[in-house]
C-alpha cells in the first residue's frame, strides 16, 4: 500500500488548509487511517483517525473542534480540513493505515506515507 499526502503549504495564523492522503497499490478491507504530525524537535504524535467506512472518527486534545477528518472510500482518500491554524500547528504532517475496523492508539501503524510540510506563521 501506498499512501501519498499532499495539501500542506505555508499559512497565517488564523487560516486554514485542507491535506489529503490517497492511498494506493494492495486492496483492504478493515481499517483505520489516521494523521500524525512531527514538529522540529518532537516525537511523532497522534492528530486524528478515521475508519474505513467514515462512521467513527478519533481526535487528539489539541485539535478537537478546529480539525475534521473525512475519507471518501471510492476514491481511498482522507482529508483533514484544517481551521483556526495556530504557530503551534506547525509541523510534518503524516498520512497512515492502520488495520482493523477502530482506532487502536497501543498498536502500531502498518503502512506510512510521506510527509507533507504545514508551516503557520504569527
Known amino acids: 500500500v501506498q499512501l501519498q499526502a499532499s495539501g500542506g503549504g505555508l499559512v497565517q495564523a488564523g487560516g486554514s488548509l485542507r491535506l489529503s492522503c490517497a492511498a494506493s497499490g494492495r486492496t483492504l478491507t478493515s481499517y483505520t487511517m489516521a494523521w500524525f504530525r512531527q514538529a522540529t524537535g518532537k516525537e511523532r504524535e497522534f492528530v486524528a483517525a478515521?475508519?474505513?467506512?467514515?462512521?467513527?472518527?478519533w481526535y487528539a486534545d489539541s485539535v478537537k473542534g478546529r480539525f475534521t477528518i473525512s475519507g471518501d472510500n471510492a476514491k481511498n482518500t482522507v482529508f483533514l480540513q484544517m481551521n483556526s491554524l495556530k504557530p503551534e500547528d506547525t509541523a510534518v504532517y503524516y498520512c497512515a493505515i492502520q488495520y482493523g475496523s477502530r482506532w487502536s492508539p497501543g498498536t502500531g501503524m502498518n503502512y506510512w506515507g510521506k510527509g507533507t510540510q504545514v508551516t503557520v506563521s504569527s
Open positions: 478515521i475508519d474505513h467506512g467514515g462512521s467513527r472518527t
